[in-house]
């Protein structure tokens, strides 16, 4: 295995179509998206989803959406080992020493840095950016634009965030509180980060909103690997020395060796901690906004936002079906994902959510969507493993 | 094929514990119960289901109800030619005789008035008793005593019904209203029947309850079967001979070719109105008054009745739930038949009714539960019918 990049000599501006030479996606793969179960699983979690109907999987869709700016090479995906076979089935054309499999979850902050410590060695002015493999992006070509600028930002030597423009005030997300423009060729629109904060009460996320200069943290972060590693050294010593010592024998016969001792006691802490706070409160993060059509697909309820109306067959039929599965529907609203090539047949209820599966039935209400995680921890308690 | 019967001296009373000697119980088993769909299907009815989760389906609850007061000799099952392997298989100890299929359906009239023609040819003092396959009865004891009366007041000559005592204003049901006061030996609670009423709207449903004479009608009738027939010729001769002509052909090989001739042009008509009624207004009709708890099982709202509360895990587990799969309940209420071996997980929703099977699962309300109907209408409208 090894990464394949190539080197190329840095171009003075960020080109504003095709692929951005230097630029270098890093996709974690991970996180089983409880709030979505039945449909997603511990061994067969979210990013390996269509849920969009689309024919693509979250996992894909990413792909498909990165590939213009970076090519096939330039995208590393990180996973559990559990799940490199699946990452790799489902990507034609990943490099296969692009493919990171963990021997164990160690958070964000170990499999992005790894990636970037890998990286910066083929390309020493590499600029990297990480990307969940489970969220949609409606409007792929406004997000391009968004990490064109980002990149720019980036060579400038700042930690670069993408804020996500909010049309509601959730608190299920971190938001950026943006400060004054930056002047950087290429980037019109990017400001100063004058703070990341918390998941906040819906008074305040309304308070934010009403604001207007706070955005949602989608947790994307771009910058050149040689700055998020300093800042990594900076932060968390210990745990960049132990990524270092791996990416240094990355491409040589020791690197099972390398892992298997060092992987296991690395620090488990997401890179907004470990970097990008860090950063923001030295004065080193920017902002590049966004808006294109961007969810996180967190829970049924957002995914039947997701899924068009399927209307026409009745007038009273106006639940979302998501899959091709006989649905009979009478006087009710909501979704219903049939995937287990049942009939399924729903009468009387409003904003009921119906997730059929062939070994898991769930039923609950859009209201109560974020509580699913709930059923899967009652589940886990019992012991019942084989369903999660 | 021969109906078993024996013939003995009628008694001069009904024996208060014991079989009746004479008297006969006809079931006829047919209906598919769509209300309960998909629990019932057209090729797999109510009657074959286990709906209480005794064990039993309900024609072997019926059987077993039945067969104190008759043995098994005594009971003679009409059903459709399709249904009739199923039943013999669920009844051990059914006489093959005593299992009546038929060609095709046509109605009450039709099957029991066949059974009573053959049986009054056995017997010609014979009581009948026609009782309904798919209905629950809770305390047999009180059942069975009512019973009793009844074919002591049908050996006077009376076709009786039993009243069944009314504990909400039901409009599923057609009512009985009662007259004064028979005085027979052995039927110290019966009275006469002034007439059968059709099912009511609510108000004049809930104004029977007030008034006190007015009771269920379960289609329950016990008569002399040769007062039965003779009813019958007064009021549907053509009906009366074609069964007539097939009772006498019954017990010799010219049966099938009778059968194939008659049968496929007798009137669909059911008994209440081809003989209780016209009785009734003849004022030969008494009712025995019934308070044994008993239920046609209707719709999954009367179903959620019959099942007992689940409880006792977690405080808020408050659906009940018919079968032994895994069921996860959270801030729920309602019915959850889970048939499918799957796990079900329930959560935030009120009087909720889900009924999961290998291939149909159905989610609806309480509330809704009569309307069950109208999916499989419009199931049956799409030409799903493997699936009905």
């Given at each position: 295995l090894s990464i394949v990049t190539e080197r190329v000599e840095q171009p003075a501006s960020v080109p504003t179509s095709g692929t951005v030479p230097g630029f270098y996606a890093i996709v974690p793969?991970?996180?089983?998206?409880?709030?979505l179960w039945p449909l997603s699983?511990?061994?067969?979690?979210?990013?390996?989803?269509?849920?969009?109907?689309?024919?693509?999987?979250l996992l894909q869709e990413t792909w498909d959406r990165l590939q213009p700016l970076?090519?096939?090479?330039g995208i590393t995906l990180v996973t559990g080992v559990a799940h490199a076979p699946a990452v790799a089935g489902q990507l034609?054309?990943?490099?296969?020493?692009?493919l990171f499999p963990e021997p164990a979850p160690r958070d964000s902050t170990a499999a992005i840095c790894l990636a970037a410590a890998v990286i910066v060695r083929r390309d020493p002015d590499a600029v990297v950016g990480s990307f969940a493999s489970d969220h949609v992006i409606r409007v792929p070509d406004a997000f391009h634009a968004a990490i064109r600028e980002a990149v720019a930002v980036a060579r400038e030597g700042y930690v670069v965030t993408i804020g996500i423009a909010a049309d509601h005030p959730s608190t299920a997300f971190g938001y950026i509180r943006m400060g004054r423009a930056l002047d950087v060729a290429g980037a019109p629109s990017a400001r100063t980060v004058e703070a990341f904060v918390e998941k906040p009460d819906v008074m305040t996320a309304s308070s934010y909103l009403a604001e207007g200069n706070y955005r949602w943290n989608a947790g994307m972060f771009i910058a050149r690997a040689d700055v998020l590693l300093a800042q990594l050294a900076a932060t968390k010593p210990a745990l960049h020395d132990g990524l270092q010592a791996i990416a240094a024998a990355w491409d040589t016969p020791r690197r099972q060796d390398v892992l298997a001792e060092v992987w296991p006691g690395l620090e488990k802490i997401a890179i907004d901690y470990a970097v990008a706070e860090p950063a923001a409160a030295a004065g080193r993060v920017a902002v590049v906004p966004g808006d294109?059509?961007?969810?996180?697909?967190?829970?049924f309820a957002a995914l039947h936002g997701l899924v068009g109306d399927?209307?026409?067959?009745?007038?009273?039929?106006s639940v979302r079906i998501l899959g091709d599965a006989d649905v009979i529907v009478q006087d009710s609203t909501g979704l219903v994902v049939p995937r287990s090539g049942r009939v399924v047949a729903v009468l009387g209820l409003d904003d009921v959510v119906v997730v059929d599966t062939p070994d898991a039935l769930l039923i609950t209400t859009r209201e109560r969507a974020q509580d699913v995680k709930a059923v899967v921890e009652q589940l886990k308690s019992q012991g019942k493993h084989h369903i999660l």
């Open positions: 793969a991970g996180g089983a998206g409880t709030r699983r511990a061994g067969h979690p979210k990013f390996l989803l269509d849920l969009s109907g689309s024919g693509r999987t970076t090519g096939p090479a034609d054309g990943l490099p296969e020493g692009n294109f059509g961007w969810d996180d697909v967190g829970d399927a209307g026409g067959e009745t007038a009273e039929k």
